[in-house]
């Protein structure tokens, strides 16, 4: 059971936006970074966003993220049939002393 | 090209024992923290363990402290993974993780092997 909390599935028709929270605690998102990681099926997780808000080289600037307080956002526009995926926040937990991973969301593009 | 290559995977009963092994190339690989992160099917990824820069800082779940051990060797770019007192819940695709940063307080991870599949089985 994750201390960070993901919505389950959103979804949206090509071409639109989603945005993805992820609600936390004062002990991991309020006090460090977050990351974000997009997984296609039967591969690795891929990073997306780190710290916070920043993209790696070859992401393309249609993923966005943001962070207040306790929670974080991923942001999709421009949505693509290539965007199906699982999709998970991560940071790391002061109480905790562990890295952790958010529950998961499955975008679907209608 | 960085790349991370797991090994070791493979079926063993309840209560057993595995060593995992992770190489990394195309990357200087003493800068950087290491962790293993592993996924049951179905699941989403759950962080086992990291280690710092130069492996003097370590940490564990709670589902594995006491039971797994991480470490890694510099001189031989190779990050390992002893688990002991294996429990059937503990299958899943072992993953190893790089660290954007050195240390053990870790933020995010920018490359990922393919995975070894570790089974736990009676």
């Known amino acids: 059971q994750s201390v960070l909390t993901q919505p389950p599935s959103v979804s949206a028709a090509p071409g639109q936006k989603v945005t993805i929270s992820c609600s936390g605690s004062?002990?991991?998102?309020?006090?460090?970074?977050v990351s974000w990681y997009q997984q296609l099926p039967g591969t690795a997780p891929k990073l997306l966003i780190y710290?916070?808000?920043n993209r790696p080289s070859g992401i393309p600037g249609r993923f966005s993220g943001s962070k207040s307080d306790t929670s974080a956002t991923l942001g999709i526009t421009g949505l693509q049939t290539g965007d199906e995926a699982d999709y998970y926040c991560?940071?790391?937990?002061?109480?905790?002393?562990?890295?952790?991973f958010g529950t998961g969301t499955t975008v679907t593009v209608l | 090209e960085v790349q991370l290559v797991e090994s070791g995977g493979g079926v063993v009963r309840p209560g057993g024992s595995l060593r995992l092994s992770c190489a990394g190339s195309?990357?200087?690989?003493?800068?950087?923290?290491l962790s293993w992160v592993r996924q049951a099917p179905g699941k989403g990824p759950e962080w086992v363990s990291g280690?710092?820069?130069?492996?003097?800082?370590?940490g564990y779940a709670d589902s594995v402290k006491g039971r797994f051990a991480i470490s890694r060797d510099n001189a031989r770019n190779s990050l390992y993974l002893e688990m002991n007192s294996l429990r059937t819940e503990d299958t899943a695709l072992y993953y190893c993780?790089?660290?954007?940063?050195?240390?053990?307080?870790?933020?995010?991870?920018?490359?990922w092997g393919q995975g070894t599949l570790v089974t736990v089985s009676s």
């Open positions: 004062s002990s991991n998102i309020g006090n460090n970074y």
């Open positions: 195309g990357f200087t690989f003493e800068d950087y923290g």
């Open positions: 993780a790089r660290s954007m940063g050195a240390g053990l307080r870790i933020y995010d991870f920018d490359y």
């Open positions: 991560g940071t790391w937990d002061d109480s905790l002393s562990a890295f952790v």
């Open positions: 280690i710092n820069w130069k492996g003097g800082r370590t």
């Open positions: 710290d916070s808000n």
